[in-house]
Every structure is written in structure tokens, then in C-alpha cells.
């Protein structure tokens, strides 16, 4: 019934291709996540409707996409975020499932917030291993592809808004599951919805009031380290508790092990 309601919602927006969104792509950006619920989701919905659109693939609204993050064995990057470093970087695959694309990608966060993604078109995720793969990451990342290991896969629906100015982009990920690829535990977090605010410097945001009018609130965990905490037991976790505690309340859940 809320899937319903929220695409029954997404119909009142204005569509913009992903060829028009190829002007919107806001590489060196500062983001903020929030998190929030699907009953909170469609009240935003209703005040984001007039100003903004919302990307469209092959009649599609709402996109399905598929990730797995690559660390070292030691997991180096979890570790940097865990530990409170201001300068952190992820590395992944993508599969942007309706558009049939997939990409390596590299997102580096700076000490002043700033975030910087690049990235390189793969055949398929398990194409990772290609040559071309190893020497982009020699050109643009702090590791290298031999000393990365497959860690977790996450699978997510999302819907993608922008402005009308196309000075930002909101995207609003559900429907989040992930699978540990060393152990093979899986975690669904089927009521929570993450949003990422991506702007082009710190300017006025109506999405941002909306936000707060709403009381969502930014919390800053990536999907990666969530995915992490909830899938490998053994993972540091101190840095995170009260922020899965949040988390465990907003969406009515019971982690067990997390708490």
C-alpha cells in the first residue's frame, strides 16, 4: 500500500530524461544524508512536487540498482569512517539496472566536506578484475585493485530528483538489503529510506527546509558501513551505536546484535 502511494505520488512530478540529467552530474559536491521512513517520504513527496523533477528511464521513476563495495582485508576504508577520518574514500560497482550501465567507482570526501567521484564504464561488476580497472585505480585512488577484496553487496530502489535550477539533486534510496560476500549473512531493512542531498556548494536548498520542517534530520552513515555493521559481527562498531540506535527507532526495528 505505501509502495502504491508513492508512486501514485511520483506521477504528480515533471520528468527529466537521463540525458538531461547528464548536465546535473555535480561531481565536486557536498552531500548530506538523512534518514527517514516511507510515511515521512510521501509527506516530502507532496511539498517537493512544484519544484522539483524527477528522473525517468524507460518510463521507469523508481530505478532498481545493484552495489558491492571493495575494501582491503582489513577493511581499511570502514575502518577510516569508523575512526572519524575527515578524509575517506569508497570504492564500488555500480549497476544502474535500467539503464543497463555499470561503472567502477571512486568517491573520495575531503576534510572540508567537499566529495569528488569518478568512475569508468565496466562490461558487468564481475568485470572488475580487467586491466583497464587496475591502472584507473593507479590514476585515481589511494589503493590498489590487488590489495582489494569483494566485501558487501547492496541491492536498492531509487528515486532521483533535481531542482529546477539543476544546482542539486536529491536522491531517495529504498527498499535496501545487504549481503556480506565473505559470510554470506544478509540483512533487509525493507521500512527505512536513506536521502542524499548532492549540491553544487552550500547554497539556499528548499529541499533542505522541507527536510527540516518534516524534522528529518541529517545522520551521516553510508550505506557501505551500515551495510557492514549489519552483516559482519566482528566489524568496530563504537563510533556507530548511537547512530544505529536512531536508526533501530525510526524504523521499528530489532538488530539484535547491533543494540
Not at 64 to 76: I, Q, S
Not at 82 to 88: A, D, L, P, S, Y
Not at 137 to 148: F, M, T, V
Request: charged share 25%; with cysteine; aromatic share 8%.
Amino acid at each position: 500500500m505505501k509502495e502504491k502511494v508513492i508512486y501514485s505520488l511520483l506521477e504528480n512530478f515533471p520528468s527529466i530524461s537521463l540525458a538531461e540529467m547528464e548536465g546535473v552530474r555535480l561531481m565536486n559536491r557536498i552531500d548530506t544524508k538523512f534518514t527517514t521512513t516511507t510515511d515521512q517520504l510521501a509527506q516530502l513527496l507532496i511539498l517537493l512536487q512544484k519544484d522539483y523533477y524527477v528522473q525517468e528511464i524507460n518510463s521507469n521513476r523508481i530505478s532498481p540498482y545493484r552495489t558491492v563495495y571493495l575494501d582491503t582485508p582489513g577493511l581499511a576504508m570502514y575502518l577510516a569512517h569508523q575512526n572519524g577520518h575527515k578524509t575517506r574514500e569508497k570504492i564500488r560497482m555500480r549497476s544502474y539496472m535500467d539503464s543497463s550501465q555499470t561503472f567502477l567507482e571512486i568517491k573520495d570526501k575531503n576534510n572540508k566536506g567537499r566529495t569528488r567521484k569518478v568512475r569508468m564504464p565496466l562490461p558487468s561488476i564481475n568485470a572488475w578484475l580487467l586491466t583497464k580497472a587496475k591502472l584507473f585505480l593507479c590514476e585515481h585512488a589511494s589503493y590498489q585493485l590487488d590489495d582489494l577484496r569483494l566485501q558487501v553487496e547492496n541491492l536498492f530502489d531509487r528515486i532521483t530528483l533535481v531542482n529546477r535550477e539543476k544546482t542539486e539533486r536529491l536522491t531517495i534510496d529504498t527498499g535496501l538489503s545487504f549481503r556480506n560476500l565473505s559470510s554470506g549473512k544478509e540483512q533487509s531493512l525493507p521500512g527505512l529510506v536513506i536521502i542524499e542531498l548532492k549540491q553544487d556548494g552550500n547554497i539556499p536548498s528548499h529541499a533542505k527546509a522541507c527536510l527540516s520542517q518534516l524534522h528529518i534530520h541529517p545522520v551521516s552513515i553510508s550505506k557501505y558501513c551500515l551495510g557492514t555493521l549489519l552483516t559482519n559481527p566482528d566489524a568496530k562498531r563504537n563510533r556507530f551505536k548511537k547512530k544505529l540506535t536512531q536508526i533501530n527507532k525510526l524504523a521499528n526495528y530489532s538488530y539484535g546484535y547491533i543494540l
